[in-house]
């Protein structure tokens, strides 16, 4: 590590991978921001953290724009410039697309897209005008291995791999880090609304993700030039088959890709 962060954000902080990377943060840093839309949940999560660690608490309704603006504002003002910002919150909803609801899409789209675009533009001035910085951004493997009932959910974390991607060009030469970690499921309470009914859930409950184990990882690339992190392993090497031939994989795995 070429620089010691001495401030990091976590977005969607109190959800199952975003209370993971607390925790993990908390051990690993001096000071962390967790930022979540309920002022009690980030209290009881503050209330489990290491004491060695200085935590701050902001509250923003992710889907609004103006909230996420001011809450950075905020921060900088009070807490002092971010040195790394992990764009953490997602949530996502399995159902065929002409089932989706209107407001269902509109909150993918605003949580899972326009939430990142907002978060990552506050912080970029000040990273570009000290020469460093980390965005780090949650996406998912459905990024490069979209499935049937994951349509906008798949996109919108498509949305975010290419952003990083392009972003990454753009602030290379500013000293700024840009990765992505796509992750298959993972053991959170995401599932209870991305699939309410938990058949999805539970055919993929032998295969998910542990959620600390995954935070680790996270933390553990902060300050390190790293592209990407795909986990599990296997899932990657499937979305590279997919990415060279899609219609052969399409065919072979059918049955598995309806398994929603």
């Not at 949305?159 to 990083?164: D, H, K, N, R, T």
Request: net charge positive.
């Amino acid at each position: 590590m070429q620089w010691r962060p001495r401030l990091i954000c976590i977005t969607g902080a109190t959800g199952g991978i975003g209370s993971a990377l607390a925790m993990e943060a908390a051990k690993a840093f001096d000071r962390i921001v967790l930022m979540g839309r309920s002022l009690d949940k980030l209290q009881m999560l503050r209330s489990q953290l290491p004491s060695s660690c200085a935590v701050y608490l902001v509250t923003a309704d992710l889907e609004k724009s103006d909230d996420i603006t001011q809450a950075f504002a905020s921060i900088s003002k009070e807490v002092g410039e971010i040195d790394v910002l992990i764009n953490n919150a997602g949530i996502g909803r399995f159902l065929p697309f002409e089932q989706l609801k209107r407001e269902e899409i509109e909150r993918m789209v605003n949580i899972n897209v326009n939430a990142v675009f907002t978060s990552t533009q506050a912080v970029l001035p000040a990273m570009m005008r000290r020469k460093r910085g980390h965005i780090i951004t949650v996406a998912s493997q459905a990024a490069r291995l979209p499935t049937p009932k994951a349509t906008v959910y798949a996109a919108t974390k498509y949305a975010v791999l290419g952003f990083s991607d392009a972003l990454r060009m753009e602030v290379q030469k500013d000293g700024i880090l840009v990765t992505t970690v796509n992750p298959g499921p993972v053991q959170t309470p995401f599932f209870a609304n991305a699939d309410p009914d938990g058949t999805y859930a539970e055919k993929m409950k032998p295969l998910m993700l542990e959620r600390t184990a995954l935070a680790r990882s996270i933390v553990g690339i902060v300050g390190k030039r790293r592209r990407e992190v795909n986990k599990p392993w296997w899932m990657h090497v499937g979305a590279k088959l997919y990415q060279g031939a899609p219609s052969v994989v399409e065919t072979l795995f059918s049955k598995q890709f309806h398994s929603k």
